[in-house]
Each structure stands twice: as structure tokens, then as C-alpha cells.
């Protein structure tokens, strides 16, 4: 169970906790414009969203779903009618011929709706464990941590992990975040790295964590 050993050096549950619930009040929005009561929504954003900026995203999102909003209505659209609608979204015609593939499984094997396990989404073309443990998270309020860019970058500044990959954070985390703000780490992680803890030349002047931060003021793009 999360914080019920330390290792040295690693923070407390206590201690990521209290941080946690500071970006929170920071941050209560997710930057992916998404209803979290809306799975396939959320899935398709997600995939979207790969090496691509949030509101390039959220722009593509808002030219699409008034056209297609649910598993049919992606498949009465063409490949190239996709393409046109989430361009210019990072891969934008694999990623349409992804969202067609995946809308077809959805049918085929789901019933048209967004599964519940991260054994039956990681099947889906685009979705990896990234990608399944938002939609588990933020949909379906199940226990997952998301790591992107943002969380593994910042979780190694922080000097919360170190860990080479975003696979060995994940695990890392789940050591040292209390359960009950798995949901949140991502939503304010991706937030602070993106308008503060930059990957390049982060803000600590202004960063409301600098007195906790080990690497204020000397930290290096990782
Ligand atoms: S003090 Fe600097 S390095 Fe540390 S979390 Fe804040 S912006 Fe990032």
C-alpha cells in the first residue's frame, strides 16, 4: 500500500500528498478539454494528443465531434475525411486510420463501448498503457497513474523518482502517492510542466514548489 514503507530518500505519502493537493487548487482543469463521463471522448482525445500540443488537440477535438461523436459516426467518415478534420495534429493520417480501426473493434468486440480493463484497451490500435490508464483513470475512476512527458519529467525533478522511463515512474509512484490522487497526479502534473516546470528552461522563480524542489535552479532538460 502506497506509503507504508520509505525508502531513503524517497518522499512520504504524506509528503507527495501535500503537494499534490497544492496543484490541485492550482490547477482543476485538465488541459485535454474533456468530459471524463465521456469514455470515448476522452479516448479519442488521448490518441490525438500524442506529439501533439494540448490546444492543437482541443481545436482538432472541437472541428471533429460535431461530425463524429461516437464509434458509428467515425466510421461514416473516410480515412481522408478524418485526416482533414484533426489536421494538423502530430501523424494526423495514421492516427485517422487508428480512430477508424479502433471505432471498428469498439463495434465488433465491445458493443460500441470503451472497455474497462487495461488488458482490453491496450488491444485497440493507438492505445498504449499511457493512453489506457487516463481513460481508466479520469472515466472510470480506477486506480492507475498516467505517465506522460510532464509527470516523468517533473516526478525525477522533484526527486520523487529515478527512473529512466516512463514505465519504471509509473511503478515508482504507485510506491509514494496515496491511492485516492492517482486521479489527479496527472491532470496537475501535465498542467505545472507545461506552464511552469518546462522541459527546457522551467520557471522556479515563480514555482510555488521551488522550497520543496531539490533542483531549483539547476535542473537540465531530461
Ligand atoms: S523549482 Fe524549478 S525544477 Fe523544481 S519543480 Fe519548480 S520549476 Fe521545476
Redesign the pocket.
Known amino acids: 500500500m502506497a506509503g507504508t514503507t520509505k525508502q531513503p530518500g524517497r518522499p512520504t505519502a504524506r509528503a507527495t500528498g501535500a503537494v499534490l493537493k497544492r496543484l490541485a487548487e492550482l490547477y482543476p482543469r485538465h488541459p485535454l478539454n474533456v468530459m471524463p463521463q465521456e469514455p470515448f471522448q476522452v479516448l479519442v482525445a488521448t490518441i490525438l494528443s500524442s506529439r501533439t500540443k494540448d490546444p492543437t488537440t482541443n481545436a482538432a477535438m472541437d472541428r471533429l465531434w460535431p461530425r463524429a461523436s461516437d464509434p458509428e459516426g467515425i466510421l461514416r467518415l473516410t480515412a481522408d475525411e478524418l485526416a482533414e478534420l484533426i489536421k494538423p495534429v502530430g501523424f494526423y493520417r495514421n492516427k485517422a486510420s487508428q480512430l477508424r480501426e479502433m471505432s471498428r473493434l469498439l463495434l465488433e468486440r465491445f458493443a460500441g463501448q470503451v472497455p474497462r480493463t487495461r488488458e482490453e484497451l491496450i488491444v485497440l490500435p493507438g492505445v498504449g498503457r499511457k493512453v489506457a490508464n487516463l481513460v481508466l483513470n479520469i472515466c472510470f475512476d480506477l486506480p492507475a497513474i498516467c505517465v506522460d512527458t510532464h509527470v516523468h519529467r517533473?516526478s525525477n525533478?522533484?526527486g520523487w523518482v529515478e527512473t529512466d522511463t516512463p514505465e519504471e515512474t509509473e511503478q515508482a509512484l504507485m510506491e509514494i502517492v496515496p491511492r485516492r490522487l492517482w486521479s489527479t497526479l496527472n491532470r496537475v502534473m501535465v498542467n505545472?510542466?507545461q506552464q511552469?516546470?518546462?522541459p527546457v528552461s522551467?520557471?522556479?522563480s515563480?514555482?510555488?514548489?521551488?522550497v520543496?524542489?531539490?533542483?531549483?535552479?539547476?535542473?537540465k532538460s531530461r
Open positions: 517533473l525533478r522533484l505545472h510542466g511552469v516546470c518546462n522551467p520557471r522556479c515563480t514555482c510555488p514548489l521551488a520543496k524542489c531539490p533542483r531549483i535552479g539547476v535542473v
